[in-house]
């Protein structure tokens, strides 16, 4: 770990007329990690990511990203950054290889360094074999890495992802899993913005969790698990009607207990010896399931709400 981090904010905010989209919030990314950004839409993640990424004026405080100012030395900065935004903003009607190379032109690459560059990116995206294909075609999970392999033209030292498997299927998101877990392998520097709990806990050595432009905490996943859940969860879901009739029955029979709309989370240490409290109660819910406590559970101590809904 490098003494001085990569990514320096201090009281940093970020006003759009009277909203306050960033409030005045603190952190540090350091070289190699991979530091996430977690909450929900209109925690002020996306806003976070543009100032960092400079391409939206500071309003207050101070923010340092590889040792530059984003307010004054912004061109600067973004030739040494990649930036894989939410939305694909790829030229359909060019071809996977045509994209590569006419972005990299754009850093002032050569022809003669582009060439390899982007045979090596689409190798690692797994994407050589569609290398002289149309890129409107392709599925969503190849567009996603064909942008992340756009994003790594100029090879940067920091790469800023907005959302990175935002509408992707199970299969296509764990395979842009695997690809940004060797980035990281590589050394790179990851800064994810995700509301998906499970992004964040695959991807992330650290991460703050923002709800209403503040950041709530800060740590790893696995310590902020430890410090705002148990170590298990009771889900209880019942026929229409009967939650609300044996809600009162499951008082101080777990160390928290949350009723969501459509089931009820028990938090405790134990959860097989908690739904035996609940059958030994006379409660008979359709259907229990013990799990592990996740980053949604933390989210939702956090904030009193769930990180999607």
């Excluded at 990511?49 to 939206?56: L, P």
């Excluded at 004026?57 to 004054?72: A, F, N, Q, S």
């Excluded at 690809?179 to 499970?198: E, N, P, S």
């Excluded at 148990?230 to 160390?255: C, M, N």
Aim: hydrophobic share 40%.
């Amino acid at each position: 770990m490098q003494t001085a981090p990569l990514v320096t904010a201090r009281g940093l905010t970020k006003r759009f007329g009277d909203l306050t989209a960033v409030d005045d919030i603190d952190f540090d990314i350091y070289q190699g990690q991979a530091f996430g950004f977690l909450g929900p839409n209109g925690a002020g993640k996306t806003s976070t990511m543009r100032m960092i990424a400079a391409v939206s004026p500071v309003t207050d405080g101070t923010l340092e990203v590889l040792g530059m100012d984003p307010r004054t030395q912004g061109a600067a900065l973004r030739a040494r950054l990649g930036i894989v935004p939410q939305d694909d903003t790829l030229d359909t009607e060019l071809s996977v290889y045509e994209n590569l190379y006419i972005y990299g032109r754009y850093f002032g690459l050569d022809g003669a360094t582009l060439g390899p560059r982007v045979d090596e990116l689409l190798d690692f995206v797994q994407l050589s074999d569609r290398r002289d294909s149309i890129v409107d075609p392709l599925s969503g999970g190849m567009k996603r890495r064909l942008t992340i392999a756009r994003g790594l033209i100029n090879q940067p030292e920091l790469l800023i992802l907005d959302e990175p498997t935002t509408g992707l299927d199970p299969q296509a998101r764990h395979a842009l899993w695997d690809r940004l877990y060797r980035l990281k392998q590589q050394g790179v520097t990851l800064i994810i913005t995700t509301h998906y709990m499970d992004e964040a806990e695959q991807l992330c050595d650290r991460l703050v969790v923002m709800d209403k432009a503040k950041i709530a905490a800060e740590g790893s996943p696995a310590e902020l698990i430890a410090e705002f859940s148990t170590r298990e969860v009771v889900e209880l879901r019942f026929a229409v009607g009967e939650q609300e009739k044996v809600i009162s029955l499951l008082d101080g029979i777990a160390t928290r207990v949350e009723e969501l709309p459509d089931r009820v989370l028990l938090y405790t240490a134990d959860g097989d010896e908690t739904s035996s409290e609940v059958a030994a109660r006379g409660i008979h819910p359709d259907s229990t399931v013990v799990r592990r406590s996740t980053l949604e559970d933390v989210f939702l101590r956090l904030t009193g709400r769930r990180l999607v809904e």
